[in-house]
């Protein structure tokens, strides 16, 4: 089966929004072996989407369509869609009914809108949109199919995840399976792991193995091809298992996996709880670790302490220390780690002080300078990193290279 | 002029990678008043590349090509370009010229793959690449213009803005300009928004408004046509003037602030400090106030206390309040606000308490509802908000929130 995408929307022409969508939905027909050949954007007008979805159908025999689903007159998708599969369009008792069960779970009150989301191409099924008014829509003809979904991408993905990529393998019957398995790396940059593994990367066709280079980490993804699910998964079983004798704990997770998860997921089998000192970071290690479902359980305090004032009196670092080795310095970084430890009383602590720019700071230090103090009972150590990038990109990068130390550290005690 | 983007790159159909570029080009055409009326990508296949290219100068007299430019065997846009404008291809000893130049810059030693890169459609301009050994290409003929770019973002770009724009400009002439201009709002909800300045938005194509909802806030992007970018910008002013007489300090800001800038600069005028006292945004406000640069000379101290220990130890919360009200109530959000006033010596002060999700709190509270506090020398206050979403979804919603309600304070005292 050869698949297309058609997203419909004048904000992707005008690049006011970047297109995450047809990335999301290439993955997942990737991994149930459906082969996408195109993906094409047009704007809100219905020559040119009428034009652009009888192309499409011409070379494909699935074209995923985006955008467009909305109560607007600007909305188009479904009078498109009709008129390139010569159907009328009708009235659905069941879309009005989800749009209307959403709209009282909201407490809105506004109506006026839901007829033309009640509007559909003779024929269509609905697939349901747990998170929107709007409806999806499967529609099939001759053996052409295509599926309308909305433009919100978090309403786009649960509607692929939930109906369509269910779907399509019940279409597709037991065919030959893509599968494919990211590990992930904090610490080591990209020519450190090429090196390490380059007896493995060489002439390696199936499965595959590609390093992919991300803000702070590598990822390392490995692509097998198979007849089965459970094939492709031994293949790619087998692989890791190499990769995971030459690489140890530099790997910290793997597939969707990100660096706060591991660690989260160590303290709690630990039983252990972590505090943190922040200062260049400013509160994004403590962000990232409440993103994780229960990490009330495991971080009972962090400390964003910018001024010089709140570290000396919150986290009782020495005015000494400050005045004799500045705030961005060994010194600094931990008394910091160890007056969070002893003020959130937790098992373990992590620190940052440094430099995230734009300008330095006034002892000249170079933007990007990173002192990250780690403290536990029986210890205490700090690390000292050079980091590029911007403002942001510097603070994203300490945050997971703290949290990989911590993670590093929770390794070694048990 | 209407223009077409062709995107060549297997990675961009396996969803590897999200393609960020045709945004970028969408908007610097847009800037100059070229229609982009459509965009797609295809993979590294000669056959559907070419198809793809012949398809878009059928329709359109410009088509940007971005990818394919590399020095392999899959780099085949040099030949899909030559094959479709029916040219053989050449030896360019400028092309040759600038990849020596920088493979010696760089001190690199490989130089096999040099003959490939220098090989371009006869006829072809060639557009210096500042950033990289592959150049852009322009191809003309009959009028039709393909101009040939890279795929790294980095590299395009700066092609984009240093010579394809330029370019452009001048091939169209002094011509028209479409200028637009962004209105940011937080609190009030879209449906809010449009009923307060209906009569604005009908009737009016030029300047049109859109109105756009992003997480937790709704923008309205103003869009001017004119002949010159000072008529668009005078146009613009006229209809941005009538929208803040009605919705007034409701707009936080303009084009790419985001409410942590506003805050800031609002914070820094008046000369105050601000303090953070975050439970249910688990660090979220202090990360993005952090953010902006500068940020140190208001921002001395943030705490994320997700333990009720964290909150009775450091922020003097009573823990009878605690007992009697629970964690999630206005009146442990008014002690949060107010302990940590206390604690730093700040100006002003927002807390946050709620319930984030995925699971319900053990009151059974609902997720995401929310107690934001604020305390400044001379009074206390609290809303209670009701978000909705995943858990990162809502301490985006409650961390934009509580940032507006610091906002609107200071602009109500100086």
């Known amino acids: 089966m050869i698949a297309e995408i058609l997203m419909i929307g004048t904000e992707l022409l005008l690049g006011h929004v970047v297109d995450t969508n047809s990335a999301y939905i ?5 991994g149930i072996g459906i082969n996408l050949y195109h993906k094409a954007a047009v704007g809100d007008n219905r020559l040119r989407a009428t034009a652009a979805l009888r192309e499409a159908l011409n070379r494909a025999d699935l074209v995923i369509v985006t955008g467009g689903l909305g109560p607007t007159e600007d909305d188009i998708t ?5 008129e390139v599969f010569g159907v009328r369009q009708i009235h659905s008792d069941e879309a009005m009914a989800h749009a209307l069960s959403l709209l009282n779970r909201w407490g809105h009150q506004d109506r006026a809108s839901l007829r033309r989301l009640a509007q559909v191409p003779d024929g269509a099924t609905i697939i349901p949109n747990p998170r929107g008014t709007a409806c999806g829509l499967i529609v099939e003809k001759m053996g052409k199919h295509v599926i309308c979904l909305p433009g919100v991408p ?14 399509l393998t019940r279409l597709e019957g037991e065919g030959r399976t893509i599968s494919s398995r990211t590990l992930r790396i904090c610490g080591p940059g990209e020519a450190e792991i090429e090196d390490r593994i380059r007896h493995l990367l060489h002439g390696k066709s199936n499965p595959t193995i590609a390093p992919l280079v991300s803000l702070g980490e590598v990822m390392l993804r490995i692509t097998a091809k198979a007849s089965s699910p459970g094939e492709a998964g031994a293949m790619i079983d087998r692989v890791e298992t190499e990769l995971r004798e030459c690489l140890g704990h530099d790997i910290y997770g793997t597939g969707d996996d990100e660096i706060q998860h591991s660690v989260v997921r160590l303290l709690k089998e630990r039983n252990f709880t972590c505090a943190v000192a922040e200062s260049v970071t400013g509160g ?55 007056g969070i430890l002893s003020l959130s009383g937790a098992d373990v602590s992590i620190s940052t002080t440094g430099v995230a720019g734009p300008a330095r700071d006034e002892h000249m230090h170079s933007i990007g300078l990173v002192f990250i103090g780690l403290a536990w009972k029986h210890g205490i150590t700090c690390g000292r990193f050079q980091f590029f990038g911007t403002r942001s990109e510097i603070k994203e990068r300490a945050a997971k290279r703290s949290l990989d130390i911590l993670r590093r550290h929770l390794l070694r005690h048990h």
């Open 26 to 30: 290439g993955r997942k027909l990737a």
């Open 78 to 82: 479904r009078e498109v869609v009709s």
């Open 154 to 167: 978090g309403e786009m993905e649960a509607m692929m995840d939930l109906s369509v990529i269910p779907y």
């Open 284 to 338: 994004l290690i403590s962000h990232k670790l409440t993103e994780v479902p229960g990490c009330s359980r495991v971080l009972g305090l962090a400390v964003t302490s910018y001024s010089n004032n709140a570290k000396i009196k919150v986290l009782d670092v020495p005015c000494a220390d400050v005045e004799r080795y500045g705030v961005v310095s060994r010194e600094v970084a931990l008394r910091m780690a160890r």
